[in-house]
């Protein structure tokens, strides 16, 4: 298992990208070098009243510059989140990782493959559509304003698909694989979970191999506190309950094993 | 310099220690934390059975602090026993487990059953919102903790710590029935019970509704109740609640607790254990302190 | 949108009012904020005697919250009716006097010597740690609450808040007693109490040694508390502990106080009382709430 | 009375100007304007888990370009100061003032006096020195490093004392002023209490109008709480005890009137 590393970091840059969504890169000693896509990082913020990391999804992994991006939403005034849009250039913050197992990327090889982002579950998307070697099916969901957009182009075909209907199928990310009369053999997917309870139900409907990447509070992000779990199917090894930890057994999950 | 403490016969190296379910088995911290500088490791509860736990969400955070209600999952003594007792032997630390139960009964099969492992203390978490006896929580009742107490004690092989509760009115009752009921330890503070909700959704930030409130919020309260109880029973005490740093730790021991807990500093900094150890030194050599024997409950 | 809430009768134009003995009678603040635009001044404990208080220092910092042993300083009721109350006539506020003493005696004393004054409503500190009746605070005994609540009863015109004690086991006996005694309003939290040392001075950072707790830090404690008696009896509830924003004041509307108090907040930002006013009717008018009272315990 | 404001300041400059201490230029849009000599500031660190103010002496005030000058010590790691100490130019930070009363500048007109201040006492000296119009002779306390002499050099006499004797004359100020046998008619006084109490006795010895700036923990710095009183030899017409408050009936006390 590779290691985890607690590290201050150097803010590379920071820009807003759409509505409340910044892309922030990081100069990181180690997180960079053994990240895979599909592991998350926790993010402390400089403010000494909020204790807890938030995880954020790395999106994108330069490994030759040691430098690592994640894009994150902005959820409200008053939030952790409202503190990382602050950071400038330069400044530091605390940051753990990588954590949590990545995305199955032998699981793809070869195959016709989509990879599914919804909302704030659409950055790890981008990671894994740089380095899975597949037949990409890129298909993301916003609720209005897009974003990635671009970057997701260079790495395979692109079906978006939005809320209001201002781009692409009106809908969600399942009306635009309706749409576009779109098939897969394998399923990589992250997003809300509404959206991955949809998928998990296409995928078992037409009996394909699905990976939905999940979401829960944490406290430790190690696997240790047992704040973040989600229920399985089976009893699991460590829990000896049906209880996996999202922060260390996941956040990538084969579907057919986890409860949503 | 001596930071060497003793614990109802058992020594420990240094009186920093984990707090109960914050720090697993150990196994995840030990890619941060060598576990052999620490004083012991406390373990998550374990129950005489596997137990699921609350739904999520488990995790709240609160100012200066976070809530929890993870409802005590565990896999049980008998997969504990297997699997993560032999784990902590390959350090040299003391080990010391955490037990839970829903009944006297339950405690005490987990006592008995741990009684022949290689373990040196066992901690009786009494304070959990989950156990109820007669409609009360055990650690809410002087009558119900000494009751616990003498029957845990029956068939202990290892030195007992009771771990009390903050939600009391008056903790040196229950510190006082934990004594007269035959605990070799007591350790505090768990918990306080606390609630969040969630303005927006207009709902409960835990699925439980209420949780236990811990971390840096809550130190004051529990030197306060260190205090208390330091001058009120002759047991030694673990201190524990909010501490993050070296100097918190040495606060508790001014206060009285001849060793510290650290629980939800290790998920904003993985190393808060071994720099503990290492502030408790640096300030012993700052004001010259031979042992920290001499530090305990120095002030009064 | 209606903010109007009803305190046994006494109609505040909103729910948001200063918490006890951090407003002084509002002058002080006054430069800050239009008292006028608060629901109601509560002023600062009053005895029938002038009350020097505890040594000092009398204030400490904590992590997200602050201790005070401040021992009730007051310049006793003669003087208070003489100035402080003309005072806040000025204003279109509610006048709520929060009453402290002794003894059962000296509580009457004051709530009969304001039954001739022009103020709204009379708050009644049980949980001041000064304040023993046999050797328990008032606040920690149910009998003692419903006894004292009955006795100031007797002297009292204003309808009578009276305000509990976070330091026990379970606040809803408190509040049951309080509510058998006769009590019109009750409201919660007083301070947690808390020590801190001085690990440098190796002294108590409080000349009182121990102190009370206040501030954000506090808050989860309080809204579960506040939840609780709001669930089991069915007088009104002024919340407060940690309130610093509208956010925080709405979280304590929906677990079912009725009007809110804030503290620490104003030592920190002299403006939150009214930015608390302005904010929640910005959540009112964003969730489409035409009254206040549809907020009241929404969150079940 | 003047008004008192919160506002949050821009820092204009920073500079260590001695050993942990520390000397900073505020921005600010009115208490510039309204402060006095002998009054403070109260100053809000930017972590939210530090709620209370730390109270500090106006050490210098440009009424012209709206500037306040603070000095103050870092009293260790971890501390609010030491956050303050972190403050860059261009950066923000809370404050609440002007607080307090001032020294009173008419008493001593034309008189001779003595401006003593002791340790991190010495900063509101400053710009009393500057704005009384007396014969001034400055008697400064230092442990061991100085600070603003030069300023005081173009204000009056200067007369220094250090513990460790590396400078002025080896002890207190009052051995300072035994040394240079000085004698004044008023005295303005700033430092820590044993110093206070010492000079308190020798103006009751020489019966010389005294006047000496108080410290206590403060929480709302404008006299609401109750938090930081000092004994009183009278009743005090607003506690109706013997207790005033440093924050508002202070910081700055004719020496008979309070206990030390
Ligand atoms: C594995 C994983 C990957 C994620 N990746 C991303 C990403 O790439 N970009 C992104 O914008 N968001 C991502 N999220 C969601 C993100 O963690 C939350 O939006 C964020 O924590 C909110 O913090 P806040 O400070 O804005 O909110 P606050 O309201 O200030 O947070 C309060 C507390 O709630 C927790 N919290 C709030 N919302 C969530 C949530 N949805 N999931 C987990 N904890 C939450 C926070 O961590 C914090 O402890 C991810 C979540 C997980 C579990
Ligand atoms: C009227 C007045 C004027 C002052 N002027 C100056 C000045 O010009 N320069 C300077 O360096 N210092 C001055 N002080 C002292 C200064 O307020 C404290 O050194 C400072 O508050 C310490 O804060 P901290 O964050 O470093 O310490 P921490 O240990 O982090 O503070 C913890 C708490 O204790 C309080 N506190 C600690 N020490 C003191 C103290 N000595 N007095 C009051 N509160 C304290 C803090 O405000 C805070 O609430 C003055 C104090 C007063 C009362
Ligand atoms: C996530 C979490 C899980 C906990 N689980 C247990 C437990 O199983 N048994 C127990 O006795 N205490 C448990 N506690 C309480 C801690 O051991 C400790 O008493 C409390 O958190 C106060 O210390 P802290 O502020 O350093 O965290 C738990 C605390 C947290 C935060
Ligand atoms: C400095 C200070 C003085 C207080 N004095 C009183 C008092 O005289 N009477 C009283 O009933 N409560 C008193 N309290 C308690 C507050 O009214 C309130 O219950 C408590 O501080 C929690 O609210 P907060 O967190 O908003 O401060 C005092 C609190 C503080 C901080
Ligand atoms: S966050 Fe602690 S186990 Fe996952
Ligand atoms: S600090 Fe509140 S009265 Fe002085």
Known sequence: ?260 | MNTTINLAGVELKNPVMTASGTFGSGEEYSEFVDLSRLGAVVTKGVANVPWPGNPTPRIAETKCGMMNAIGLQNPGIDLFCERDIPFLKKYDTKIIVNVCGRTKEDYCEVVERLAGEDVDLLEINISCPNVKAGGIAFGQNPAAVEEITKEVKKYAKQPIIMKLSPNVTDITEMAKAAEAGGADVLSLINTLTGMKIDIHKQAFALANKTGGVSGPAIKPIAVRMVYQVANAVKLPIIGMGGIATAEDAVEFILAGATAVSIGTANFFNPTATVEAVEGIEAYMRQYHFDSINEMIGLVK
């Open chain 1, 1 to 260: 298992m590779a290691g985890k590393y607690k590290e201050s970091v150097t803010v590379v840059s920071q820009e807003s990208i759409a509505e409340e969504i910044y892309s922030l890169w990081l100069q990181t000693a180690d997180i960079a070098e053994h990240a895979v896509p599909g592991q998350f990082i926790s993010m402390y913020t400089n403010d000494g009243s909020r204790l807890l990391p938030r995880p954020i999804s790395i999106c994108e992994i330069d490994r030759a510059k040691g430098q690592l991006r994640v894009v994150y939403r902005v959820t409200g005034p008053d939030t952790g989140t409202e503190q990382f849009a602050a950071l400038k250039q330069g400044e530091t913050i605390e940051v753990l990782g990588p954590l949590g197992n990545g995305f199955p990327l032998e699981a793809g090889k070869g195959r016709k493959a989509f990879l599914i982002g919804g909302g704030i579950g659409v950055p790890p998307i981008l990671e894994l559509a740089k380095q899975l070697d597949a037949e990409k099916q890129i298909v993301v969901g916003y609720r209005d304003t897009q974003f990635l957009l671009d970057e997701f182009g260079q790495n395979g075909a692109v079906f978006v698909a939005t809320e209001d209907g201002s781009a692409g199928t009106k809908g969600n990310v399942m009306d635009a694989v309706a749409a576009n009369e779109l098939t897969a053999d394998i399923i990589y997917a992250c997003g809300p979970t509404p959206m991955l309870r949809a998928i998990k139900a296409y995928a078992q409907e037409h009996d394909i191999e699905c990976y939905l990447s999940l979401e829960e509070k944490m406290a430790c992000g190690v696997g240790a506190c047992l704040g973040c779990v989600c229920q399985s199917r089976d009893k699991d090894a460590h829990s000896n309950v049906h209880n996996k930890r999202v922060c260390k057994d996941g956040p990538v999950f084969l579907a057919t094993e986890v409860e949503l």
